[in-house]
């Protein structure tokens, strides 16, 4: 099942998309709309509304094997912000802070129901399910300093979607590709992950408490791409998705009101 995060008049909520009449159905009985939407009537928004978005660094052996590294035995771990997500159609923002911003595609795997100290074998029943996503990187400002935080956190950063797909056979077997103007930059697999999509849910859940809506972003194969203002950036998983977002540079900084 394809489910959307869309508004509609004043309230938003998840459906599940239609494909074949476009159309979405409420997936909230409380809203009492029963009757199916039209798709052209509805706001789609990011698919997404996470408490925390924990990424896998290293976690592909084409990855590790480009970066001169051997794999361990976890991949390392670090955090980026909710305000760096995006959806799909939505632009990548290159910061004016950096001469060089890099695109990786990943597979998204989305929390269902709150979690801590899962086994892998119970990770199914804990997910919502899986999307498209890009890792978007400051490349620069990486090397400025010890921790990711500010080269990884940047606002639009995180792009998912362009929908969650709650069924999917076989996440250690799923073909990932990603296209920059149309251009095939990275091509993987995720049989080639260092720690499969349910241990590292399993991984996870041994630091921290998971939470509905939490997503964690499973790593990305060799080949990140460079990107400026004006390219396209595809991600395409095979049995999730397709996630498209156009790049822009950044305008002049006014505070926020």
């Not at 009449?21 to 909230?28: A, M, R």
């Not at 909710?82 to 959806?87: H, Y």
């Not at 269902?112 to 997910?127: E, F, I, P, S, T």
């Not at 499973?218 to 095979?238: K, L, N, Q, Y």
């Amino acid at each position: 099942m394809k489910v959307l995060r869309v508004r509609h008049g004043d309230a938003a909520f998840y459906a599940q998309l239609v494909v074949e009449n476009s159309t979405v159905v409420c997936l909230d009985r409380a809203l009492g709309l029963p009757d199916p939407i039209p798709l052209a009537e509805v706001a789609v928004l990011p698919p997404v509304t996470p408490s925390k978005i924990i990424c896998a660094a290293g976690n592909f052996r084409s990855r590790l094997r480009e970066m001169g590294r051997e794999a361990a035995d976890a991949p390392m771990l670090f955090l980026k912000p909710p305000s760096a997500v995006i959806g799909s159609g939505q632009a990548i923002v290159l910061p004016q802070a950096s001469a060089r911003v890099d695109a990786e595609g990943e597979l998204a795997l989305v929390i269902g129901r709150a979690c801590r100290n899962l086994a892998a074998a119970d990770v199914a029943k804990y997910l919502f399910g899986y999307a498209c996503a890009g890792d978007v990187t400051a490349v620069d400002l990486r090397a400025l300093d010890e921790t990711l935080g500010r080269a990884k956190g940047f606002d639009t950063f995180a792009p998912i979607g362009p929908w969650i797909e709650t069924e999917v056979d076989n996440p250690t077997a799923l073909g990932l590709r990603m296209f920059v103007n149309g251009q095939l930059v990275q091509e993987g697999n995720t049989s080639d992950m260092v720690v499969s999509p349910f241990a590292l849910v399993s991984f996870v859940s041994s630091i921290m408490t998971l939470l509905p809506g939490d997503v964690i972003l499973s790593g990305s194969p060799a080949g990140p791409s460079p990107i400026t203002p004006g390219d396209e950036v595809r991600v395409e998983i095979d049995g999730v998705g397709v996630l498209i977002n156009p790049v822009r540079a950044e305008p002049e900084a006014t505070p926020l009101q």
